[in-house]
């Protein structure tokens, strides 16, 4: 079973497109996040968010947006999309901010 | 602002040496540090560190924490081809998850 699941995979998409990226977790963590992996491999986070708190990084554009439905899920909806969005997009989950468990990635290519 | 740094970026070996990768620190009310290693895919997770100068260790890689001088260091002894990877470290502490640069092993036979 996997434990932190995250789809698509694979996402190839034009310029000004509005995607969205799905994340669930089934380790019953309080906290996910969402990260950005450049080509020289920096994890660089864009957001966490609990049930009380959303913790935005602050230099992330305002067309990334989390939705979480409920604990177990935290989306990543993109809107306009920009070619510098190319990246790996990581999400991970914690318990109580502790060591976080990664998703498998999903690569974006903006064309 | 939080801060990791790690050292060295890059480092090659052979097969059957030791490596240590360092990571040094700056994060306001210190939680835990964790040392990851990615390959092709996700991070994988390796160590949790919360206490200083007790030593973690799975197989050849261990890790230890010094929470008076700021940083972690993770050795692998016996090296193997299969150890090739990017290790990270990240801290936790009022914000989350913060990553270094990550440090790229790569063993040669």
């Known amino acids: 079973d996997t434990a932190v699941s995250q789809t698509p995979k694979y996402l190839v998409t034009q310029m000004g497109n509005d995607k969205s990226i799905k994340c669930e977790q089934n380790?019953?963590?309080?906290?996910m996040y969402w990260y950005k992996q450049d080509s020289k491999k920096f994890l660089k986070i864009m957001f966490s968010y609990n049930n009380k708190e959303l913790i935005i990084n602050e230099t992330v554009p305002n067309r990334f947006s989390p939705k979480s439905p409920d604990k177990a899920h935290l989306n990543l909806h993109i809107n306009s999309l920009e070619l510098g969005d190319s990246a790996v997009y990581f999400c991970?989950?914690?318990?109580?901010?502790?060591?976080?468990?990664f998703g498998q990635g999903t690569r974006l290519t903006v064309v | 602002e939080d801060k990791v740094v790690q050292s060295p970026l890059s480092l090659v070996v052979h097969e059957g040496d030791t490596v240590t990768l360092n990571c040094s620190y700056e994060?306001?009310?210190?939680?835990?540090l964790l040392w990851y290693k990615q390959e092709k895919k996700a991070p994988t997770f390796l160590f949790m560190l919360?206490?200083?100068?007790i030593e973690k260790k799975s197989g050849r890689l261990s890790s230890i924490l010094d929470k008076k001088e700021l940083f972690s260091i993770l050795n692998i002894t016996a090296t193997q081809t299969g150890d090739s990877a990017v290790y990270l470290c990240?801290?936790?502490?009022?914000?989350?998850?913060?990553f270094g640069k990550g440090t790229r092993l790569s063993v040669i036979a």
């Open positions: 919360t206490s200083s100068g």
């Open positions: 994060v306001t009310n210190f939680r835990s």
């Open positions: 991970a989950s914690s318990f109580k901010n502790l060591g976080a468990f």
């Open positions: 990240a801290v936790t502490g009022n914000t989350p998850l913060v």
């Open positions: 380790l019953g963590h309080d906290t």
